[in-house]
Each structure stands twice: as C-alpha cells, then as structure tokens.
C-alpha cells in the first residue's frame, strides 16, 4: 500500500465525518476509526458509544487524545476524527502555548504519517465565521487554522465539506 493523505474539512454539521467514513468503506472492508476526543463526561460517553455501535463491526475503533503514532496502522485506512480535538488536547495541555502545540502536533503528525497507511483527517474551518471576543478562543483558531494548513500541504487531497456537499479543493 502506498501512502495516502486526505483532508476531509468544513464547518460543523457539514457532513465532514459522514463523508470520511463513507469513503473509508470504499477503500476497505475493515477501516480504522482513530477518534482524537477527551471524554469529558457521561453524556459524552454515551454519545461516544452510541457512534461506535452506528459505525458497526467492520471497523476497528482506537481512542487517543494525543500521540497517534503509538498506534501502527501499516497497510490500513483510517478516518482521524478530528484534528480539532486532537489540536484542543495539546493546547489545553500545553496551557494555550500557541507555538509550543503546534510544533508538539506536527512533530506527532509527521511521526504517525510516517507509516504506509492511507490517513483521513478530519477537521474544522474554524476561521470562516466571526472573530471572537474571548482570547483564548482567538488563539485557539489560530493554531487550528495553522495546523489545518500544515495537514493540508501534505494531503495528497482536500475536500471541503459544504452543506453536505463534497467541494474538490486539492488533488
């Protein structure tokens, strides 16, 4: 298998994790699902197990909120949903350190890239709505804007999800 990048973006409700998932099950009777969120309490955990069982069997399903490349997925097709919750877990973590948490994820997603795998990225367009008056989310859309850009010089292909409709950006 050759190594594949693809960028699945968009704003929320798009239809981003619906289309990754789709097109894993294109490429492979037995995808992995790669989900990158903190599970910050019961509702979320139900919410959380609730998506596994509609995924169903076929797919095997990793949680990890930070360091993807413990996980060898050599020879596989994986959605990573999202790069959003991957990018909150080092930012929080790393106190809002812009440049510390951007450096931390490309170092991470270069390291888990690094396999022969085909790799779905899904993640948000955050900066496509207003500017915040809250600080701390004003940086937050900085190095989610920053990190999308990194991911998406890498993709082999961008799509931009668009009210459910797929919108070829790259390759």
């Known amino acids: 298998m050759e190594k594949r990048i693809i960028l699945v973006t968009g704003g929320q409700r798009s239809g981003k994790s619906g289309y990754a998932q789709r097109l894993a099950l294109q490429l492979s009777d037995h995808p992995v699902y790669l989900a990158t969120s903190r599970v910050w309490d019961e509702e ?5 197990a609730r998506h596994q069982r509609e995924r169903g069997p076929q797919w095997t399903n990793i949680e990890e909120e930070k360091f993807l490349s413990q996980h060898s997925v050599e020879g596989r097709v994986v959605v990573i949903d999202c790069v959003t919750l991957w990018s909150t ?4 973590d790393n106190d809002s350190d812009i440049e510390k948490s951007l450096q931390e994820l490309k170092t991470e997603f270069d390291r888990f890239t690094a396999q022969q795998a085909t790799f779905i990225f899904v993640s948000n367009e955050l900066g496509m709505g207003g500017i915040s008056e809250n600080v701390v ?5 900085d190095l989610q804007g920053w990190m999308n850009q990194y991911v998406a010089r890498q993709a082999d292909e961008v799509v931009l999800m668009v009210a459910g409709i797929v919108v070829k950006i790259k390759g």
């Open 44 to 48: 979320y955990r139900q919410r959380i």
């Open 89 to 92: 877990n080092f930012f929080f």
């Open 137 to 141: 989310q004003r940086r937050f859309t």
